[in-house]
């Protein structure tokens, strides 16, 4: 059985590559980032940026002669950084450069890992493709407005993972496709973020990675096209 993680350089990403190196169940995990992604026993790291497609065409003709691939995870996201990207408390503060950015990371990223990574995953066993989403990305559990470009980008996401689960289904009953929210997790996306966070809800990575594929593991194929939390509770589109 073989896992990729995409974003496995960012706090998540490593504890989730780290975690699926040690199972018994995992013969190889492919670590994938722009960054250099960790390394180990059972652990084949590979440089690409998910919002690059010659990158993605490359590593699925890199991976096409390794097997199927059981389970594809991004755990990829961008909220806001250094130079200025920050989520926006009011319409007024949008920006066609914060959209574009939140979108190509968020949405669009995920999306081609999708088309190189799905015809990889197996047909005839049970195959789970994860992309790492937000609970602010629920349209009907939004109360609080804002961060539109954050929040727009997610629904998306939430989107797409319905649409390649209902794709998926027609050539395999046993395939998976959800999205995740990890929970606040102690990372560099929520750090600025975090000041009214009490420290129960505050996890870390680890903590998260670890849920997570608690949850994974519990899915079945009637799970396909949701979004779930970390604790395996279902999140309203």
Not at 110 to 127: D, H, I, S, T
Request: hydrophobic content about 45%.
């Amino acid at each position: 059985m073989q896992a990729i993680v995409f974003g496995a350089s960012g706090g998540i990403g490593q504890a989730l590559t780290a975690l699926l190196a040690a199972r018994n169940d995992i013969n190889r995990v492919h670590a994938v980032s722009r960054s250099p992604a960790p390394s180990g026993p059972n652990i084949v790291s590979h440089t690409a940026d998910i919002t690059h497609e010659a990158d993605l065409a490359a590593l699925a003709g890199l991976l096409k002669a390794e097997g199927d691939i059981d389970l594809v995870i991004v755990a990829t996201g961008l909220l806001s950084n250094e130079r200025g990207l920050s989520p926006e408390k009011s319409y007024r503060h949008q920006s066609m450069d914060a959209f574009e950015q939140i979108f190509r990371v968020n949405t669009f990223g995920p999306a081609l890992v999708a088309k190189y990574m799905l015809p990889l995953m197996p047909r005839n066993r049970r195959a789970v493709f994860a992309a790492l989403s937000a609970r602010v990305g629920s349209i009907s559990d939004n109360r609080l407005g804002g961060w539109h470009a954050y929040r727009a980008s997610k629904a998306a996401l939430n989107m797409l993972i319905r649409n390649y689960a209902i794709e998926q289904a027609r050539i395999s009953d046993q395939f998976i496709a959800v999205s995740l929210h990890p929970g606040t997790v102690d990372t560099g996306l929520s750090q600025p973020f975090q000041s009214n966070v009490p420290d129960a809800q505050l996890f870390t990575a680890d903590q998260s990675a670890a849920y997570l594929l608690e949850v994974i593991e519990n899915l079945t194929p009637a799970d396909t096209g949701r979004c779930f939390d970390w604790s395996g509770q279902e999140i309203p589109a």
